[in-house]
Every structure is written in structure tokens, then in C-alpha cells.
């Protein structure tokens, strides 16, 4: 499976986000949410993972 490793810019931990859609084609950052910081926070996007 696929995904991509964000990394929380509040709390600073790495989770994967399972999608297939090229992230850094068109985003240099996201707004999601955090599963460890229980709320939307803007995450770097680190590396896609085959």
C-alpha cells in the first residue's frame, strides 16, 4: 500500500496518510487532522512511501 509520512508542526510526530494522490506536486503543506494533537494542524509533507 501507499502513502505519504506528514509530520505534525504542532506536535512535531510523523503518522502516514493513506492515499495515492501526488502530494507534492501541489502542496508544500497541509491543514489536516492531527490524530496525536486531536485537531486540525498544518503538517509537512516528508516523503511518499511505495
Same mark, same amino acid.
Given at each position: 500500500?501507499?502513502?505519504?509520512?506528514?509530520?505534525?508542526?504542532? *506536535?512535531?510526530?510523523?503518522?502516514?496518510?493513506?492515499?495515492?494522490?501526488?502530494? =507534492?506536486?501541489?502542496?508544500? =503543506?497541509?491543514?489536516?487532522? *492531527?490524530?496525536? *494533537?486531536?485537531?486540525?494542524?498544518?503538517?509537512?509533507?516528508?516523503?511518499?512511501?511505495?
Amino acid at each position: 500500500m501507499t502513502y505519504w509520512i506528514l509530520k505534525c508542526r504542532s *506536535c512535531g510526530k510523523e503518522w502516514k496518510l493513506n492515499v495515492s494522490y501526488p502530494l =507534492k506536486k501541489e502542496f508544500t =503543506k497541509l491543514y489536516h487532522y *492531527c490524530p496525536f *494533537c486531536k485537531r486540525n494542524t498544518f503538517h509537512d509533507i516528508i516523503e511518499y512511501v511505495e
